[in-house]
Nanobody, 118 residues
Framework: QVQLVESGGGLVQAGGSLTLSCAGS????????MGWYRQAPGQQRDLVAT???????NYADSVKGRFTISRDITKNTVYLQMNNLKPEDTAVYYC????????????WGQGTQVAVSS
């Protein structure tokens, strides 16, 4: 059974940094991209960043230059280094990856809360 478990969220002041981790268990499809998404209260879930198996990254415009996504394929783990955090980064952050059996839209973790105070 595929499981994704996020960690590393918390409360931080504006300008601070956090690093999120997402560890996958079960059969993770390493050839697929892994990604981070976030959802603020009353808002839809939006893409933050993705990374392919070859290391190609994609970022939302709002986080470019501040966030860095990376992955350790051997550990089925994806990371999100977040620097210069802003209050508008406050949200629940979710990890996404696909596994076996594959699902449309992939599997999701339970989320980790990030709160940035001004």
């Amino acid at each position: 059974q595929v499981q994704l478990v996020e960690s590393g969220g918390g409360l931080v002041q504006a300008g601070g940094s956090l690093t999120l981790s997402c560890a996958g268990s079960g059969i993770i499809l390493r050839g697929n991209a892994m990604g981070w998404y976030r959802q603020a209260p009353g808002q839809q879930r939006d893409l933050v960043a993705t990374i392919t198996s070859g290391g190609t990254t994609n970022y939302a415009d709002s986080v470019k230059g501040r966030f860095t996504i990376s992955r350790d394929i051997t550990k089925n783990t994806v990371y999100l280094q977040m620097n210069n955090l802003k209050p508008e980064d406050t949200a629940v952050y979710y990890c996404n990856a696909n596994g076996w059996p594959p699902k449309l839209g992939g599997y999701w973790g339970q989320g980790t809360q990030v709160a940035v105070s001004s």
